[in-house]
């Protein structure tokens, strides 16, 4: 039956060139390979099984006000048929899928699926959850560029993405490329010491996150080489904006046991400038990842910072953690200057008492921030790295 589909599915492409649009779905490659699609949001039936929803592919997914519409195609297909799994890696057109019993596929996606999504590079990305097909190993071939360390034991192809949260995102050339997907939390690391704590950097991590409604966790590492009363007023500051924050040594083993828990039943990215002890830390909290983590901080300086792959690591105690170059190194994403301080917990209340509705409470006159600022309400340190932020990145 697959092979009959994928043959049919071959045809398909060759008479269209291997570009399907949405205009060539006529009745005959419906029926040629049972996709049923239904457009439910332009109201255009196609036919009566599926679904294709318009949804914001940004950081930020509801996020009004930042970067633009794509397309995330749904298509509903009979379950019972397929396995269900994450994407843990996408390389080039295959991705390796873990599936819930624990085998991972190498799998294609179908091409109706590419065909609908705006941006086909980021059909499927690191993270997504996906229901597939599962497939002859003698199928068409779809045994290329699979590394030498992955025991990938079969062949499948996508035919569904479940819908996505916890969205990060890259802009380049002007356009919104999904790097990974389904991040449900992001550690925020940061050391003590070696290198020294950068609240700045901490901040726009912490906007990254609340732009992509993704919850943060500040990690202050390397404890062990400091007074933690150095760090009181700091820790203070973000622990009474709400934010957790969680000391932590990766050589005395201090909060590690906690970190562990914290990560055992979600996906989560880690953040950090380099040194901070992420790859410490991941080490601390299951040796048996030491391998898999080190051949990433141990490859040569230029490869590592020329690979942009994200990688999805499953965790033997439940839970995965991404391990994204682009993540690590954490910039300002698709946020615009008027939105940053709606973005900050201890900025946002005072936001809607300026004067000017577009107030960047920066030299404005009647501005509520600038008044909290002054009468002590908003701490000093929290509004100086507001308008660093906006000088340096965003005007
Ligand atoms: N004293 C102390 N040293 C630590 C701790 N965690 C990590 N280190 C050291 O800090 C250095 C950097 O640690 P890594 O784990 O490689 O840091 P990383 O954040 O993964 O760095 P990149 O891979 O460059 O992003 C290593 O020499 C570690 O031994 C800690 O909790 N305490
Ligand atoms: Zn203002």
């Not at 099984?49 to 397309?71: Q, V």
């Not at 490859?299 to 953690?321: C, Y």
Request: some cysteine; overall charge neutral; aromatic content about 4%.
């Amino acid at each position: 039956m697959a092979k009959k589909k994928g043959k049919l599915r071959a045809e398909f492409r060759k008479k269209h060139q291997g570009r399907v649009r949405k205009r060539d779905l006529t009745r005959e490659f419906r029926d040629d390979v049972s996709s049923r699609i239904d457009d439910v949001e332009q109201g255009e039936r196609l036919s009566g099984k599926g679904e294709l929803t318009r949804r914001r592919t940004i950081a930020g997914a509801d996020n009004a006000s930042a970067g633009s519409d794509a397309l995330q195609v749904n298509v509903r297909v009979d379950e019972s048929q397929l396995t269900h799994g994450r994407v843990l890696s996408v390389h080039g057109l295959q991705s390796k899928v873990l599936a819930d019993d624990g085998r991972l596929y190498a799998c294609a996606v179908r091409q109706v699926l590419k065909s609908l999504a705006t941006d086909q590079r980021g059909v499927v990305v690191a993270g997504d959850r996906v229901w597939f097909r599962t497939e002859a190993r003698d199928g068409d071939g779809g045994q290329t560029a699979r590394r030498a360390d992955e025991v990938v034991t079969a062949d499948g192809m996508i035919e569904r993405i479940e819908p996505r949260h916890g969205i990060i995102c890259r802009t380049s050339r002007g356009k919104q490329h999904v790097i990974v997907a389904n991040v449900d939390a992001m550690l925020i690391i940061a050391s003590a010491a070696e290198p020294g704590i950068k609240p700045v950097l901490i901040d726009r991590m912490l906007l990254t996150a609340a732009q992509c409604e993704i919850e943060p966790v500040v990690v202050i590492n390397k404890i062990d080489l400091v007074d933690p009363v150095h760090l009181q007023s700091l820790v203070g500051v973000y622990a009474s904006l709400g934010y957790r924050v969680l000391p932590t040594s990766a050589t005395t083993g201090q909060n590690i046991e906690y970190l562990k828990a914290f990560l055992s039943n979600r996906q989560t990215a880690l953040a950090g400038q380099s040194g901070v002890g992420k790859s410490s830390l991941l080490n601390a909290i299951e040796p048996g990842l030491a391998l898999a983590v080190s051949s990433v901080s141990t490859e040569n300086s230029k490869g590592r910072h020329t690979t942009t792959a994200a990688k999805l690591i499953p965790l033997e105690e439940g839970g995965a953690v991404f391990d994204t170059p682009g993540i690590r190194q954490f910039q300002l994403w698709d946020i615009q200057a008027t939105e940053v301080a709606g973005l900050m917990p201890d900025l946002r209340p005072y936001v809607s008492g300026c004067r000017y509705p577009n107030c960047l409470h920066l030299h404005e006159d009647d501005c509520a921030v600038k008044d909290a600022v002054a009468d002590g309400r908003i701490d000093a340190r929290r509004y100086d790295a507001y308008c660093h932020l906006l000088e340096d990145d965003l005007l």
